[in-house]
């Protein structure tokens, strides 16, 4: 499903207890309710799943169950983030059964950052490792990857297909953009910039802002298709003013109390990630009802 990967393709967050165990039926339910949204796919284990948190078994457990509830309505991409190439190939090789349309990996990330070389290798491994097609996760500012070597990895490493730009500055997605081959994909997680990113013609968008208000942000992705710029810009602002609401050290909690609000089983946050606080939790109800996300 490769070929069927564009457009609003949310993160999942990943339902947790109380006491940090998985919920997978609530889980089934948030595909569902993406979907229902109108999602164009699924992203699941990325940093908004908390994809760190969890453990292979688990891993393994949340993309099988995204990948039944999805029953091949849209494409499921399944998040790496871990800090060493046996690891990831270990994650990548979990799931080589399993339909994803690609992964979602970070560099490594803890501390110690390696020289474009050898990070070169880490996806190289990976590409001949793994079964399914990679996504970059250029995320990690300690760790990030430039646009000259996003692009040297997409061209010289067979199975890296494209990436996922998280940096807040405009200009380094522009850059890829323009320097990028075509059939690169390229989707853009800067979150509030995403009627931006789409001018500028990105493939899609996989980013925390999606899971948390998934209608207002296809309505973003649709509006710049058909050319109605005012319509989207005037999204984009309303967008902003949530995303303003959620952005912290705990976004993973926030989206997860958005979702909540609008009838989604966000549950918990895995310890020690705090839950959204009161402040947080009033600005983000506000952010939500001026979007019309609260209506009916």
Not at 20 to 33: F, N, R
């Amino acid at each position: 499903m490769l070929n069927d990967l564009r457009g609003v393709i949310p993160p999942a967050t990943t339902p947790f207890s109380r006491d940090g165990d998985v919920d997978l039926g609530a889980m089934k339910e948030q595909v569902d309710w993406l979907i229902d949204q109108g999602a164009h796919g699924i992203a699941v284990g990325g940093s908004t799943g908390e994809g760190h948190t969890i453990d292979v078994d688990e891993f393994r457990g949340l993309v099988d169950t995204a990948l039944d509830a999805a029953a091949g309505r849209v494409p499921v991409v399944a998040g790496i983030i871990v800090d060493s190439t046996r690891d990831a190939v270990r994650r990548g090789q979990a799931i080589a059964d399993l339909d994803v349309a690609a992964l979602q990996v970070t560099p490594v990330h803890y501390l110690f950052r390696p020289d474009d070389d050898a990070m070169q290798e880490h996806f190289r491994v990976m590409g001949e490792e793994v079964e399914h097609p990679i996504i970059i996760y250029n995320v990690v500012p300690w760790s990030y990857l430039s646009p000259e070597l996003l692009c040297r990895i997409m061209d010289e490493v067979p199975g890296v297909v494209g990436v996922k730009q998280s940096a807040g500055d405009l200009k380094l997605f522009a850059d890829l953009m323009l320097m990028a081959d075509p059939e690169h994909l390229l989707f853009c997680a800067v979150d509030a910039l995403m009627y931006s990113a789409y001018a500028l013609g990105a493939r899609g968008s996989i980013a925390a802002i999606l899971t948390a208000a998934p209608r207002a942000s296809v309505d973003v992705w649709d509006a710049v298709q058909a050319g109605d710029h005012a319509r989207a810009l005037d999204m984009h602002k309303k967008l902003l003013r949530l995303w303003n609401a959620m952005d912290g050290t705990n976004l993973p909690a926030c989206t997860k109390y958005a979702q909540t609000l609008q009838g989604c089983p966000g549950r918990f946050p895995r310890a020690p990630m705090p839950e959204a606080s009161d402040e947080q939790k009033r600005n983000i109800e506000e952010g939500l009802a001026h979007l019309g996300a609260l209506d009916g």
